[in-house]
């Protein structure tokens, strides 16, 4: 007990240098924090996405349709448990900064298969029954203080054009990391509106989204699924919805290294800082390690002395970096929300701040305990202040 | 060895290396300190003094010799062996005091039982106790920068005798202290040999500090001169 109060008492005896020591892993631990979190938030719709659903799309490119009438064929494979579809809309709401992802889907099959997005019930209804109704994310609602029963009108950029649309309906989602900014509105209200101008892309969907009872299974699906158009005019790719979404988000393998390799020196420069600082405190009390000694205290005690100071000091800047990790994280999603739906601090990040500080206090501490163990008492004693 | 010999040190040698260079410090050393005796080591500066006592207090080897306290050979024990004797046997008093700074006089005193297996109720007791001693049971909460050097080397002694020890060593207990407290800190080791018959090593330049002892031997060159009794009463 007396050494763990005696390392805490010298952990705090300059408080300048400590605090400053305290103050640059904060530093480096909430930079490592925020670029973990900017990763993840990148990566949040592969994670988010279901193990239950397969995306079909035309095999040439995602910007070429496929007909609608493959959602026929699609439901009778064997282990189909439902079909969806939808078109991507890239629509523009007044402005190109304003950017959302927005799509026009057959809203019924897809919120049966979306059963991770909530709405309520008599919003819900209302949605289906309003033909140019629209569902936003509550995330998206709450960015541009949209209300149920407010009008939006998006400029067309695939389908050229103002549309209106009437919001209806606001969805959640039930997990922390659902995408809460997308637009989705009825692709009946597409549909019907290109037969009467652009007859010729009508009855065209962009990709179909299909529910599957046995995630195991999804491989097999997926090539019933793209065997039944082989050689037809518009051949199908189909896959699970994580590799359809990696497809979009993927960063090249250098980007990631570069990423690894700036954490890494980030814990080197750590290292030096914390180093520095214990080494340097440890050599000023060469001569209280000295008494120590004298006294009758062994080895491990006096390694508990030193390694428990320099533990205790990453250990305060990896607890105030942690604690600053969250507030910075959510200012960072607030002005960053447009492009990252989803921005939390994943408990993984927060293993590795611990597992990265208690690392660099041990090693900070292993030059100094080696020369303290080493050093002779009567040469310990001699140096005086 | 004599019955009631405490220390018998023989044929003891020690050089430092600097290089290739060799410096003897000590020659072939031999004496006998007696249980209860009040030993001074005089001597000119850089004669030895502090090496001779430092190797009987177990914190430095000898490159030959034995050195024999109570029935132990210290120069034949290990490093932790050595450090678990220094814990039980020697009691030591440093010039410039050596108190730990972040600690209170109580917290200092306490630190050589924090290896032994006593509770903290008894722990308390023996450091009251020791404080009581030296007449600083009053500053028990004070940090050594709110103390006088004389205080400080009053508690350093209380932490020296809290174990009660085999041998009280000192080196130049007086020696940063004015003449006031220096008298005041040998009137204390005069005291704790007379009363409670600690056998105290002291390493002095002082002469008045050495008519405390019952015995002064002087160190020259590494050459131990013959003891030097003197009547104290
Ligand atoms: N670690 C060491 N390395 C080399 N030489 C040393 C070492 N320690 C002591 N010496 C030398 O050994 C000799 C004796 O030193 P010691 O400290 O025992 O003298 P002393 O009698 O206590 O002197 P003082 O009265 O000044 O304290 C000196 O010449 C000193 O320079
Ligand atoms: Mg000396």
Redo the contacts with the bound molecule.
């Keep these: 007990m007396q050494i763990i109060k005696i390392l805490f008492k010298n952990a705090f005896r300059h408080k300048l240098r400590t605090g400053l020591t305290i103050l640059s892993i904060t530093i480096a631990l909430l930079a490592f924090g925020l670029l973990r979190t900017v990763i993840n938030a990148w990566y949040s719709g592969v994670e988010a996405s279901s193990a239950y659903r397969l995306v079909t799309r035309n095999a040439v490119s995602i910007i070429f349709p496929l007909p609608l009438s493959y959602k026929d064929r699609i439901r009778q494979v064997d282990g189909v448990s439902g079909v969806s579809w939808g078109n991507w809309f890239g629509g523009v709401y007044i402005d190109e900064k304003n950017f959302f992802a927005n799509f026009a889907v057959d809203a019924k099959s897809y919120f049966d298969l979306y059963r991770e997005y909530t709405i309520p019930d008599d919003q819900k209804a209302a949605f289906f029954r309003d033909r140019k109704g629209f569902v936003a994310g509550r995330k998206l609602a709450e960015r541009f203080g949209w209300k149920i029963g407010d009008t939006i009108v998006l400029k067309g950029t695939i389908f050229p054009g103002n549309w209106e649309f009437v919001m209806r309906a606001i969805y959640r989602g039930r997990e922390a990391n659902a995408d809460e900014t997308v637009f989705m509105f009825h692709w009946d209200y597409l549909n019907e509106s290109l037969k009467k101008t652009a007859p010729t892309r009508a009855d065209q969907v962009g990709f179909y989204m299909i529910g599957v009872k046995d995630p195991g299974r999804a491989v097999s699906i997926s090539e019933s699924i793209d065997a039944l158009f082989k050689n037809s005019f518009a051949e199908t790719i189909t896959e699970t919805e994580k590799a359809f979404t990696l497809g979009f988000v993927a960063m090249s393998d250098t980007i990631i290294t570069a990423i690894q390799l700036v954490s890494f020196v980030v814990i080197v420069i750590i290292l030096a800082v914390v180093a520095n600082t214990v080494a340097m405190s440890v050599r000023e009390r060469t001569n209280e390690y000295a008494v120590f000694k004298t006294l009758g205290f062994g080895g491990w005690r006096i390694v508990g002395l030193i390694l428990g100071e320099s533990v205790v000091i990453t250990m305060m800047g990896c607890a105030v970096g942690i604690a600053a990790t969250y507030p910075a994280s959510a200012a960072f999603g607030k002005a960053m929300g447009a492009y990252f739906p989803v921005f939390n601090v994943e408990a993984e990040t927060i293993v590795l701040d611990i597992v990265f500080s208690l690392v660099v206090g041990v090693l900070a501490a292993v030059i100094p305990v080696y020369r303290t163990l080493k050093m002779?008492i009567?040469?310990g004693l001699?140096m005086i202040e | 060895m004599d019955a009631g010999t405490i220390v018998s040190i023989h044929k003891l040698c020690k050089s430092?290396?600097?290089g290739d260079q060799t410096?003897p410090?000590l020659s072939d050393i031999s004496f006998d300190i007696a249980e209860g005796e009040f030993l001074a080591l005089m001597?000119?500066?850089?004669?030895?003094?502090?090496?001779?006592l430092n190797l009987i207090a177990g914190i430095d080897q000898p490159d030959s010799g034995s050195i024999v306290i109570g029935d132990v050979d210290v120069t034949t024990l290990t490093e932790t062996e050595l450090a678990k004797w220094r814990a039980l046997n020697v009691g030591f008093i440093f010039q410039f005091y050596n108190l730990i700074p972040v600690l209170t006089a109580f917290e200092n005193v306490e630190l050589p039982l924090l290896l032994t297996p006593l509770s903290r109720s008894e722990r308390k007791a023996h450091v009251e106790m020791a404080l009581r001693v030296v007449g600083l049971a009053d500053r028990m909460d004070h940090y050594p920068s709110q103390l006088s050097g004389g205080q400080e080397q009053r508690v350093a002694i209380a932490r020296a005798i809290v174990t009660d020890p085999t041998i009280l060593v000192a080196?130049?207990p007086t020696g940063d202290l004015d003449r006031k407290s220096a008298e005041e800190i040998m009137d204390l080791m005069d005291r704790l040999n007379g009363e409670s018959k600690k056998t105290i090593i002291m390493?002095t330049?002082d002469p008045r500090a050495a008519k405390k002892a019952h015995v002064i031997r002087h160190?020259d060159k590494g050459i131990l001169t013959n003891a030097d009794h003197q009547d104290t009463l």
């Design positions: 002779k009567a040469d001699r | 430092y290396h600097r410096i410090v001597g000119p500066s850089g004669s030895g003094k502090s090496t001779l080196d130049e390493v330049h160190l």
